[in-house]
């Protein structure tokens, strides 16, 4: 509660405009996030275990008609991978290869979308706030400067939680968005590497 205080105080301040800067960055780095987490976590992984178990009956039963079906009605980036092989495994493996190439080159940059801005968002609220604590320590000098004795203090101490305001909040934006750039390349990378891992697999049961 008192950071929250705190926080306010710089809002009320003279660089007001700098905190709003920083909660601009902050709500832009938020809605990313939510679109990033909804697509990551709940549409390009959404069932791969089912998905796989599913797949795996009609592969073990040898058939492959009900097998493409079934992938076709999943829209992840593994199950375009799989139709890729299946619609292709009568073909030969440069045919299957070249069809999962493309599919990898058409989800992999969806996967990674917009991932790096995270790094940037952080940059910038940490780059802003840091604006505002040169503003709070000019407001500083001034105040030593030119303030009257009797409003020096009062001066010095509007300055200071210019300061110290402008820093933390530039701070907590940027933790965070380091945090989502964290746990969302990992997931992307995750995604990726089963992609990889069970194509590789597909492709090698389908060409035995």
């Known amino acids: 509660m008192q950071m929250l205080n705190f926080i306010m105080l710089g809002f009320k301040s003279s660089a007001g ?4 800067c920083i909660l601009a960055v902050g709500f832009a780095s938020l809605g990313l996030l939510v679109e990033r987490v909804w697509y990551l976590y709940f549409q390009a992984d959404r069932g791969t275990s089912t998905f796989m178990r599913g797949l795996s009956k009609y592969l073990k039963a040898g ?17 375009k991978g799989v139709m890729g092989i299946l619609q292709n495994r009568s073909k030969g493996s440069k045919s299957i290869k070249k069809a999962v190439d493309e599919v990898f080159l058409t989800e992999a940059p969806k996967i990674k979308r917009y991932i790096h801005l995270f790094n940037i968002f952080a940059n910038l609220a940490t780059l802003v706030g840091l604006t ?20 020096r203090a009062t001066q010095l101490a509007a300055g200071i939680a210019i300061t110290m305001s402008a820093t933390l909040f530039g701070l907590i934006w940027a933790v965070m968005n380091i945090f989502a750039y964290g746990l969302l390349s990992t997931k992307a ?20």
């Open 132 to 151: 505002g604590t040169i503003y709070g320590t000019m407001e500083c000098f001034e105040a030593i400067a030119n303030a009257p004795a009797a409003q």
């Open 17 to 20: 405009w700098i905190m709003w």
């Open 189 to 208: 990378d995750k995604i990726i590497e089963d992609m990889d891992e069970k194509t590789a697999k597909l492709i090698n049961a389908v060409e035995e």
């Open 63 to 79: 058939d492959y008609e009900m097998a493409t079906k079934y992938a076709s009605s999943f829209n992840t980036p593994l199950a």
